[in-house]
């Protein structure tokens, strides 16, 4: 099972508005990954969390915060979002990659939520 | 020489035939390279990877090929279908590193 499980699927906001996005996998991965993509553009990274712990900020704004309850579940929470923060968001995991000897980072993708900002 | 494949942002192919996607990267120490399919309305969905100690690598109906000397990698798919019309976004890696830098991405639309 390589499945990672994103909802909503589709979600609408004003800009005074809160929301969370929520990422879920099963496949005991330990890296998780929250990404930004705009429509014909690659992912852009945004959040990386290792062993639940955050160990990678892309220069986010603060009205991105990201959360990793646990090694299975991994959120984004939303507040005073501008409407150029439209896009489609992407969580993501992997294995922990230690180099050419270990596992590969192989990043598996949800099929992500479309936010479109009011 | 070897001549190097231009990165295209389009790509058009006829039912059955074969396709070659091409992607120039921009790192000499990247060591782990993945091709990625991405469907309309899905998340990018992995095909298929090679580590720099090798120069090919064949799946399913897919073959990728690296070459270091240029910084080139390649994505070949045989006998080409329908439900290969996808974006596709090659992406490098420095194995140990978390972060994958993805290519521009090429859209190919299968013609019937």
């Known amino acids: 099972d390589t499945e990672v499980t994103q909802t909503p699927k589709h979600l609408v906001m004003g800009m005074t508005n809160k929301k969370s996005l929520k990422c879920e996998q099963h496949m005991g991965h330990r890296a998780m990954y929250w990404y930004k993509q705009k429509a014909k553009k690659p992912p852009e990274l945004m959040f990386v969390y290792s062993y639940e712990k955050l160990s990678i900020n892309e220069s986010v704004p603060s009205r991105f915060s990201p959360e990793c309850p646990n090694s299975s579940l991994l959120n984004l929470h939303l507040h005073a979002l501008q409407p150029e923060d439209s896009a489609l968001y992407l969580c993501?995991?992997?294995?922990?990659?230690?180099?050419?000897?270990?596992?590969?980072?192989?990043?598996?993708f949800g099929a992500g939520t479309r936010l479109s900002v009011l | 020489g070897e001549s190097v494949g231009l990165h295209l942002p389009t790509l058009s192919v006829q039912e059955g035939d074969n396709s070659i996607i091409n992607c120039a990267y921009s790192?000499?120490?990247?060591?782990?390279f993945i091709w990625y399919k991405q469907e309309s309305g899905k998340g990018p969905q992995f095909i298929i990877d090679i580590r720099s100690n090798m120069d090919k690598r064949q799946g399913q109906r897919v073959t990728v090929l690296l070459n270091k000397t240029v910084k080139h990698l390649s994505l070949q798919i045989a006998a080409t279908q329908p439900g290969d019309s996808a974006v596709y976004f090659c992406a490098e890696n420095i194995e140990g590193d978390y972060k994958l830098s993805f290519g521009a991405g090429t859209t190919v639309t299968v013609r019937a």
């Open positions: 790192n000499s120490a990247s060591d782990y």
């Open positions: 993501a995991s992997s294995p922990i990659s230690t180099g050419t000897s270990g596992p590969k980072n192989i990043q598996y």
